[in-house]
């Protein structure tokens, strides 16, 4: 049974970096693609970034290009997202997801999804 676990959100200070993880522990591991989306209060779930399973690339947001990072440890079952110079517009919930098709940005193209891990940066 697919489980993705989120962990590593908190509360830090803008400027600052936190890394966070996405377990799945259902031990597949093998989506087409893995994708890490966010949801501040009263706003619609937001695309962050994205990876292909298949060619290891990855896709970004406009808003976090060169500040986010996404990468995988395949051993481990693990999807990662390096955050860095946060900004308090980042604060939200964020949640990873997996899916099989190729659309990374529609939140509906994910077929499973995490609990998600709240990130607050202050000012």
């Known amino acids: 049974q697919v489980q993705l676990v989120e962990s590593g959100g908190g509360l830090v200070q803008a400027g600052g970096s936190l890394r966070l993880s996405c377990v799945d522990s259902?031990?597949?591991?093998?989506?087409?693609?893995m994708g890490w989306f966010r949801q501040a209060p009263r706003k619609e779930r937001e695309f962050v970034g994205g990876i292909s399973f298949i060619t290891s690339a990855t896709y970004y947001v406009d808003s976090v290009k060169g500040r986010f990072t996404i990468s995988r440890d395949n051993a481990a079952n693990t999807l990662y997202l390096q955050m860095n110079s946060l900004k308090p517009e980042d604060t939200a919930v964020y949640y990873c997801?997996?899916?099989?098709?190729?659309?990374?940005?529609?939140?509906?193209?994910?077929?499973?999804w995490g609990q998600g891990t709240q990130v607050t940066v202050s000012s």
């Open positions: 997801a997996t899916g099989y098709s190729s659309d990374y940005a529609n939140p509906r193209e994910y077929d499973y």
């Open positions: 259902g031990r597949t591991f093998s989506w087409y693609k």
